[in-house]
């Protein structure tokens, strides 16, 4: 289990969550630019020291502001994929992947560092340099050497984003099959829902340093408690006044003209959210 706990300023708005991230789950948080939520991931990695908060991970405390308790980076055992993945110019791809490595010869890193390629199908590029590189094969040797210290929890910050569309499909299909087969809890932070909703068990939508609203993304698109999250799922919200229909339903009259039917009683102004999904287009009789 990871357990988060922050607080912090940030600019115009305070950073104020906490979260719990099973293991072997993934918890995805979602949001716009800005809203804090890469700042997470670099509290947990103790890259980001903030006013009050607490890190607590497996059996070890990462951070305890009250108890004055901050590991250093290095004594913490996550693994971090970066949102442009940092791999080192001048090192080779094993190298890259091996540097995190603390036990063993030089020949033991290798080697575990060559089955860890060899697990993300990229064996090939081990004596390769990052620059010649694809996207897909960066993502990949990045989650290679984020595993390497066989972590207690893995950050993903923004990690298919750097990938043009064509890969990026491929890449997320890829990425939910290797975190299928983790056993630490993963704490993903994306600016694109439907990201979010295909590699996180679970979504905190994330706005102005705070989870409005967290759940699986179906509920989240079902019964979005605000505007805001009905927009960043994906739907468009209409106003308009709601009057009793038949059978227990809602007959809403929209501002902008039409009538829709809600099976969600109501009366008086309301939000309405519209997803593609549920538009049908008839012809006339």
């Not at 091996?98 to 064996?123: N, T």
């Amino acid at each position: 289990m990871l357990r988060v706990e922050a607080s912090t300023q940030l600019g115009a708005f305070s950073l104020e969550l906490a979260v719990d991230v099973p293991a072997g789950r993934c918890l995805a948080l979602a949001g716009p630019s800005g809203a804090g939520k890469s700042t997470v991931l670099r509290i947990v990695a103790g890259l980001v020291r903030p006013d009050r908060g607490l890190v607590h991970c497996a059996q070890d405390t990462w951070l305890d502001t009250e108890r004055n308790v901050h590991l250093l980076p290095e004594q913490r055992r996550c693994g971090y994929v970066f949102q442009d993945y940092a791999l080192w110019p001048h090192l080779r791809v094993w190298q890259n992947v091996a540097y995190p490595m603390r036990e063993g010869s030089r020949r033991e890193r290798r080697a575990r560092a060559r089955a860890l390629l060899e697990r993300f199908g990229v064996l090939r590029l081990a004596d390769a340099r990052p620059a010649t590189l694809s996207g897909g094969e960066r993502q990949r040797v990045a989650l290679a050497r984020a595993l390497a210290r066989r972590p207690a929890a893995l950050l993903l910050d923004e990690p298919l984003s750097a990938l043009d569309a064509r890969t990026r499909a491929s890449a997320t299909r890829e990425l939910a099959s290797v975190m299928q087969d983790l056993e630490v809890p993963v704490l993903l932070v994306t600016h694109d829902f439907a990201e979010a909703a295909q590699l996180g068990d679970e979504v905190g939508i994330v706005d102005g340093g705070s989870i409005v609203q967290q759940g699986s993304a179906s509920d989240l698109a079902a019964r979005p408690r605000s505007a805001f999250v009905a927009d960043f799922t994906g739907a468009v919200v209409l106003t308009g006044t709601a009057r009793p229909g038949p059978d227990g339903s809602s007959l809403i009259d929209l501002d902008g003209g039409g009538t829709v039917t809600s099976t969600d009683p109501g009366e008086g102004r309301v939000a309405v959210s519209v997803y593609p999904w549920e538009i049908a287009v008839a012809r006339g009789a």
